[in-house]
């Protein structure tokens, strides 16, 4: 590493950011003679590892299977954790799930065994917990096929989330793209104290950056603020980072992350990593003068910040505990009683985690106070939950009477069974530690309004059963009537006693998998084979819009999780969820559109489904950051399976606008924003310039309203060549497979 890092300095001819050094040491080809352009280049990486998780490894691996290789080319993992609903508590819900989705399972078994990927049974833990406390390690790049693989930044990795199709070029042993990041540098200065913790510098982080604020970018962060804090607490600052739309956040190696290492078994890492600790973090000069060295530098000053509630509905919502939220609720009717404290999810259910939640409740119980609010937690993984237990932590809980969910997803994917019938059920209010809070995101009630807070604060506002709940300052009445205030928590950033499991849920693949025959049921309704994509083609004539979206369209609302998740292995029967989510501009209602060849209203997919039998294109139309959220390529292989030709937003989140270009179909932004207004619900579009698709030029759009009007406008596209290759071929991994023929 060290001479590659000093390679790559002297070319880029200053001193280095942690980022650049872990990217440039990782470059697929020589280094180059140029440093590359920030935001601009694409350049080719090769990764250390991947991690795949159970609802989109499926995908990946149809499509791996694919791709006429014997054996993954680099260390892959894949993790069963998002398959598993959250209902009567782990035990009983591990077991259901067990028997509703083995075939899901056993195929995920044995592909694995298969192809040489290490295998992580349900109930092991969730993806990003169990990649931190085995797999992560510093100065390392590693890419998953989860938004959240970010996490591992707080181990000093640049580990970034991507869809399935990225995942099987290095799977095949091909290079990995990605456009070269820019760089936003986070410098903490003071100390987090009382109940501020690290999710709450995440929250003020997306404070300022809201939901695209770090597009494109990697988020470095660093000062004598960074150094302080835990190495699971720098996971979870990371973690969350998906939620700004930024490439991935990381953090210098440090002391906390040796303790880290040492403490889950892995002391010949801390010792590799101790040799060559200069390259593991910035050179010393870019952390003393940041503004130089980053294309942004944001302050933040761990003494002064407050716990903050972020929410609802999007996470960069940010309102500080308190009478600032009685405000705010009031004025927005917020439900102020709170049904729900959920603790845990891939961030924040650390050891240290738990345990400092633990002690509110502890106090909890110690005071006589009855909690108001329904408790639930996910532990991050088998290891955490078994020491936690041993250690008395859950125990505290469960004296509250809270449910201890699987350690898995659960909640936080709408795996969450809260109500019979979600989409009729009563407005209120839930706060929980996890990343995301869209709209019927936890349990399918679009009137569940959602808080992300640290657990600490989870904890405290459970307890008190009210949004506006401030611990520094308000008092509670307990059953013998007295007034108590809860004391600051207080926890172990590691367990006193060494974390300790039994079974942790991991299988080895075989040696040689090539006798294993992999089968799919062709009656199965979860799992389908593969089908190529045709080529969409140069010819986009008389295409018709099939929805204009407004405002926020996430993947949640484009390829729906919940109950839908039960699909995620087969294309045609997921497609039935395509954009029902999104709300459409001319009525804003959702899956309510108009089809354009009866003049009938009807269900986006089954509209969709008329025009694919009539043999019509489709475009879609969306504002800004649309995509944003999950890494699930769902939301791109839906509609191009179901024909929509084109996407035309105000600006994409970068995992989507990759996934569409992957899967073969046009990913495009108004060049004038305002040209959004000019489609109206009849429209049909001409294509007028797409033979001549070329990387950095424009396209043009005609678009044909009923009355015969035209409006000619221009579309920008990131599109290079070997991209542009992709749309020609119909697939990126139809290139793949010629290729390899
Ligand atoms: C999420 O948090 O939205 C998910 C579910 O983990 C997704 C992946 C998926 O949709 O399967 C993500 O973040 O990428
Ligand atoms: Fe699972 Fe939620 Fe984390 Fe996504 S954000 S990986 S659904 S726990």
Redesign the pocket.
């Known amino acids: 590493m060290g001479e590659r890092v000093n390679k790559a300095r002297n070319i880029v001819g200053k001193p280095l950011t942690l980022s650049e050094k872990i990217l440039y040491s990782h470059l697929w080809d020589d280094l180059p003679s140029q440093p590359y352009k920030r935001g601009k280049d694409y350049v080719d990486f090769a990764p250390d590892r991947i991690a795949l998780?159970d609802a989109t490894a499926q995908m990946a691996l149809l499509q791996f299977m694919q791709a006429g290789k014997p054996k993954v080319a680099v260390p892959t993992t894949t993790h069963c954790?998002?398959l598993i609903q959250a209902k009567q508590g782990a035990e009983k819900d591990l077991k259901r799930a067990n028997d509703v989705s083995s075939e899901v399972f056993d195929f995920l078994e044995s592909v694995s065994n298969k192809y040489g990927l290490g295998f992580w049974k349900p109930g092991a833990g969730?993806?990003?917990q169990v990649v931190l406390e085995n797999y992560a390690f510093p100065g390392g790049m590693m890419i998953g096929t989860?938004s959240?693989t970010v996490n591992a930044g707080g181990l000093g990795m640049v580990a970034i989330g991507v869809g399935g199709a990225d995942a099987v070029d290095v799977m095949a042993g091909m290079a990995w793209e990605l456009k070269f990041p820019k760089l936003i540098g986070v410098r903490l200065t003071g100390n987090l104290s009382g109940w501020t913790a690290p999710k709450d510098v995440i929250l003020k982080v997306a404070e300022i950056l809201t939901v695209k604020g770090g597009t494109g970018a990697i988020v470095e962060y660093f000062g004598p603020g960074a150094i302080s804090m835990s190495c699971t607490g720098k996971g979870t600052i990371c973690n969350m980072g998906a939620e700004i739309g930024a490439t991935t956040s990381t953090f210098g190696y440090d002391d906390s992350m040796e303790r880290y290492l040492r403490a889950t078994d892995r002391e010949d890492v801390a010792d590799a990593a101790n040799k060559v600790k200069e390259h593991l973090t910035a050179d010393p000069e870019v952390y003393a003068n940041p503004e130089q060295y980053f294309d942004q530098v944001i302050d933040i000053n761990l003494s002064e910040l407050g716990p903050l509630l972020n929410g609802p509905f999007t996470p960069d919502l940010s309102t500080p505990v308190g009478k600032n939220m009685t405000e705010k609720a009031s004025a927005n009717e917020w439900p102020m009683k709170v049904e729900w404290g959920l603790i845990g999810?891939?961030?924040n259910s650390s050891y240290e985690d738990l345990s400092r939640a633990a002690s509110i409740a502890q106090q909890a119980l110690d005071k006589k106070l009855k909690t108001k609010a329904e408790f639930g937690i996910n532990p991050g993984s088998e290891q955490v939950r078994y020491t936690a237990e041993r250690d008395g932590i859950l125990q505290v809980f469960e004296d509250l009477d809270a449910t201890i969910f699987t350690n898995a997803?659960g909640p936080?994917?709408g795996q969450w069974a809260r109500y019979s019938d979600p989409k009729n059920a009563p407005k209120n209010s839930i706060v929980h530690s996890?990343?995301?809070n869209f709209a019927k995101r936890a349990d399918g009630n679009p009137n569940t309004h959602a808080f992300v807070a640290s657990p600490e604060i989870t904890a405290a506002i459970a307890i008190a059963g009210r949004l506006d709940f401030n611990p520094l300052t308000d008092t509670l009445v307990n059953e013998e009537g007295q007034e108590v205030m809860l004391d600051e928590p207080t926890g172990w950033e590691l367990p006193p006693k060494g974390f300790e499991v039994k079974d942790n849920g991991y299988l080895d693949p075989v040696e040689d998998g090539s006798g294993i025959t992999i089968k799919v049921n062709p009656e199965s309704e979860r799992l389908e084979l593969l089908t190529p994509f045709e080529p969409i083609g140069n010819e986009i004539k008389g295409a018709r819009l099939l929805i204009k979206a407004f405002g926020k369209c996430t993947t949640d609302h484009i390829s729906m999780a919940g109950p839908w998740l039960r699909f995620r292995g087969h294309l045609d029967n997921i497609a039935n969820n395509t954009l029902i989510g999104a709300v459409n501009a001319f009525n804003k209602k959702t899956n309510f559109v108009k089809n354009q060849l009866t003049g009938e209203y009807g269900g986006v997919p089954d509209v969709q489904r008329e025009y694919k039998k009539a043999g019509i294109k489709t475009i879609v139309v969306g504002d800004h950051n649309y995509g944003e959220g999950s890494s699930r390529e769902h939301a791109a292989m839906q509609p191009r399976h179901l024909g929509v030709a084109a996407v035309i937003v105000k600006s994409f989140a970068r995992i989507h606008e990759t996934n569409l270009k992957k899967q073969g179909m046009l990913g495009l932004t108004f060049a004038n924003e305002d040209d959004y207004d000019l489609i109206q619900e009849d429209d049909s579009f001409n294509f007028l310039d797409l033979n001549e698709f070329a990387p950095g030029k424009p396209l043009t759009i005609e678009a044909v309203h009923s009355d015969g009007n035209k409006d000619v406008f221009k579309v920008n596209h990131t599109y290079n060549d070997a991209q542009i290759e992709w749309f020609s071929e119909g697939s990126a991994l139809n290139l793949i497979k010629k290729e390899n023929a």
């Open positions: 998780q954790d998002h969730i993806i990003h989860d959240h999810s891939c961030t997803c936080c994917i996890f990343n995301r």
